[in-house]
């Protein structure tokens, strides 16, 4: 079975800091990969997502991600965040020739201080 | 535009006592899942199905049974709950099982006492 890792469960920044989130996938075959977002109370919402072409893939509100795929990973990047990015922030895989959905990582939880 | 809609948002059960929670999607997806989401343990997945009249079981299925009598709606049903079980509960759907985004539903806060 695959697995991801999310190697930050907390984080602490203060406005404005660079963000990377590092995630790794354990399956060798073809993947899709995303980052979800949930803010405090509510559902998940994609980030953004690479199913393949350009492994950098940017998403919504300024966020990035790299597929490395030597590396397995998948890190989240964002140059400068704001206290509004205060939120929990799950890796997620879906490999090729599977129905059972997406495996998360177990999540990060990042703390935005003004 | 509804999207995934779940009902109820929040519950209180005593311990084996039954329910179901009620997942639908307007989108006409194939696919749809339920997940449960513990502090520190990401989202895990109970059970799934590929198309209406399956389902399939997933990474954490021991208590739980469902039905996808409908291709709209997927229900989760708890016979017996146990404190175990205590979590939110995620639906999700999607068009297909690969090369595809999941849409979620709001969750369901489920507490067993």
């Known amino acids: 079975a695959q697995s991801v890792s999310q190697h930050n469960h907390h984080v602490i920044l203060s406005e404005a800091a660079s963000l990377e989130l590092g995630c790794n996938y354990s399956y060798g075959g073809t993947v899709n990969l995303f980052w979800y977002v949930q803010y405090p109370g509510q559902h998940l919402q994609l980030l953004l997502k690479?199913?393949?072409?350009?492994?950098l893939v940017k998403g919504i509100k300024g966020f990035e991600a790299e597929f490395i795929k030597s590396k397995f990973s998948f890190n989240l990047r964002k140059p400068s965040v704001q206290w509004s990015d205060t939120a929990e922030y799950f890796c997620?895989?879906?490999?090729?020739?599977?129905?059972?959905?997406?495996?998360f990582g177990k999540g990060t939880h990042l703390i935005i201080q003004p | 535009n509804a999207g995934v809609t779940q009902t109820p948002k929040f519950r209180v059960l005593k311990t084996g006592q039954s329910m179901t929670l009620l997942c639908a999607q307007d989108?006409?997806?194939?696919?749809m899942y339920w997940y449960r989401q513990d502090p520190g343990m990401g989202l895990r997945l109970i059970h799934y199905?590929?198309?209406?009249?399956?389902?399939a079981k997933g990474e954490v299925p021991d208590g739980y049974n469902v039905s996808r009598l409908k291709k709209q709606n997927f229900l989760l049903g708890l016979e017996s709950a146990a404190p175990s079980q205590t979590s939110v509960y995620f639906c999700a759907s999607s068009l297909f099982s690969f090369n595809t985004e999941a849409f979620f539903g709001q969750g369901t806060r489920l507490t067993v006492v």
């Open positions: 997620a895989v879906n490999s090729g020739g599977g129905a059972d959905g997406l495996t």
């Open positions: 199905s590929v198309g209406e009249g399956t389902t």
């Open positions: 690479y199913f393949s072409g350009d492994p």
């Open positions: 989108m006409n997806h194939e696919y």
